[in-house]
Nanobody, 120 residues
Framework: QVQLVESGGGLVLPGGSLRLSCAAS????????MAWHRQAPGKEREYVAA???????NYADSVKGRFAISTDNAKNTVCLQMNSLNPEDPAVYYC??????????????WGQGTQVSVCS
């Protein structure tokens, strides 16, 4: 089992910044990538950003240039620096991890989420 614990959510003014952190613990092996997703009330869950262990990153178009994902592989943590937050960004943000076992079976875990709110 793997546990993902997110932190750093909160309430900010438009244009403000927040930094989310996610610590992974438990039986961690062969990480494919870690990522952030988000879900706003009444909307589908959507992908935000991902990072591979080697450092390659990928972003949704809606956050490109404003958000930055980073990782500390030694500590199995992933962070999401969010700048220039706007009214489209409020949501519950989830940290995820995808791993593959020696039989190439995927293991996908999600955290419980952290709320990000932007004053309107």
């Amino acid at each position: 089992q793997v546990q993902l614990v997110e932190s750093g959510g909160g309430l900010v003014l438009p244009g403000g910044s927040l930094r989310l952190s996610c610590a992974a613990s438990g039986s961690i092996f062969n990480i494919d990538h870690m990522a952030w997703h988000r879900q706003a009330p009444g909307k589908e869950r959507e992908y935000v950003a991902a990072i591979l262990p080697a450092g390659t990153t990928n972003y949704a178009d809606s956050v490109k240039g404003r958000f930055a994902i980073s990782t500390d592989n030694a500590k199995n943590t992933v962070c999401l620096q969010m700048n220039s937050l706007n009214p489209e960004d409020p949501a519950v943000y989830y940290c995820t991890i995808l791993m593959y076992d020696p039989q190439n079976l995927p293991y996908d875990y999600w955290g419980q989420g952290t709320q990000v709110s932007v004053c309107s």
